[in-house]
């Protein structure tokens, strides 16, 4: 028989740990956010469970009064694949930064992507290294003049949406790091999606690289800068509400609604759950307007789905039923 769920406030899920980030970090709003979201999800506290790398990000486990494990670099979707297929009930998430997932856990990155366990993954992006003093990442900018970098990056960046798309994600969203009511809504959306989801925030490190999204999250430009797609929505944008999207040819182009003849009918309508990724990544590309909100989310077999199948099919056209079937088959032998 299966007991209620608890109510629970924020305050259940906050550990007695001091929270060690730098005073302006927005690690801050995605803890809180976090916190926020998780009585409204309807999970058993003791079925949820946080897993980290390494990072500034990644002390997130040590904060919350939940089970979690603090991992090394890059490994930690490996260590969450494990503890997930372990026990298939629990709630797990991946907590990790763009150098902890971009960089040594590239590969772990992409194969539980591709392989759609049913977890979820929030990549703190603040396109730098902050826990150990300010290199270039995998996400930072041509040009970018770091501690490892002074004279200008070379290396041009990954955009993790694209990255992410093009190994097969089915559930991709983004967020700015300063905004966390939105981002609590995509936290709860991303708990209910049966299938690997990556939710990216847009994070500033105040100390290593002040104000990398500023152009798109502050709040004076947001609205004129940033587009937050809703399903069966519109793609309308603008502090008057009066840009949208049309696809020009093979491209994305900004229209004013009311000149030229448009009207909102013309605008693009947001559909995350089409299963051709085309505009999907189109949209993730797209630098104005800068796209947030669930962008894809595609319902499709999990990992642990085919698994069952397959176990299912082996022993209903297995011979063997049990261990000593298999041990006293064919030839024997009596060693004496």
């Known amino acids: 028989m299966e007991t209620a769920v608890k109510k629970y406030t924020f305050r259940d899920f906050a550990s007695d740990q001091e929270v060690r980030w730098c005073p302006g970090c927005d690690d801050y709003v995605i803890l809180r956010s976090m ?26 486990p040590y904060y919350m009064d939940t089970y979690g494990m603090h991992g090394i670099h890059g490994r930690a979707p490996a260590i969450a694949s494990g503890v997930k297929l372990a026990n298939p009930d629990l709630s797990v998430w991946v907590i990790t930064g763009d150098g902890d997932a971009m960089a040594i856990g590239g590969n772990h990155f992409i194969h539980v992507l591709r392989r759609n366990l049913d977890l979820n993954i929030i990549l703190f992006n603040n396109e730098i290294y902050g826990l150990t003093k300010g290199q270039f990442s995998p996400t930072s900018l ?38 966390p009511k939105e981002m609590a809504e995509m936290f709860i959306e991303a708990e209910k999606f049966k299938g690997t989801s ?42 008057e509400k009066d840009k949208g999207l049309v696809l020009n040819g093979l491209k994305l182009e900004v229209v004013t609604i009311g000149e030229n003849g448009i009207a909102e009918d013309d605008i693009l309508v947001h559909d995350a759950h089409e299963k051709d990724p085309t505009l999907h990544q189109m949209l993730v590309r797209l630098e104005y307007p800068l796209v947030t909100g ?43």
Do not use: W
């Open 35 to 60: 916190q926020k979201a998780l009585p409204e999800m309807g999970v058993k506290k003791e079925d949820v469970v946080f897993i980290s790398g390494i990072g500034c990000s990644s002390r997130f």
């Open 142 to 179: 041509v040009g970018q003049k770091t501690k490892s970098s002074p004279y200008g990056n070379v290396q041009p960046p990954f955009l993790p949406g694209e990255l992410a798309i093009g190994s097969q994600a089915r559930f991709y969203g983004r967020i700015g790091g300063n905004t």
């Open 198 to 239: 990556l939710i990216e925030v847009l994070q500033n490190c105040v100390i290593f690289n002040d104000g990398c999204f500023t152009q798109y999250t502050d709040k004076s430009v947001r609205e004129d800068k940033q587009l937050h797609v809703k399903q069966n929505k519109p793609m309308i944008f603008g502090k």
């Open 294 to 336: 669930i962008i894809r989310r595609f319902e499709d077999v999990t990992l642990e789905e085919r698994m069952d199948n397959l176990t299912a099919e082996v022993k209903t056209n297995s011979k063997f039923s049990k261990t000593d079937d298999l041990f006293y088959s064919g030839e024997t032998y009596e060693v004496n």
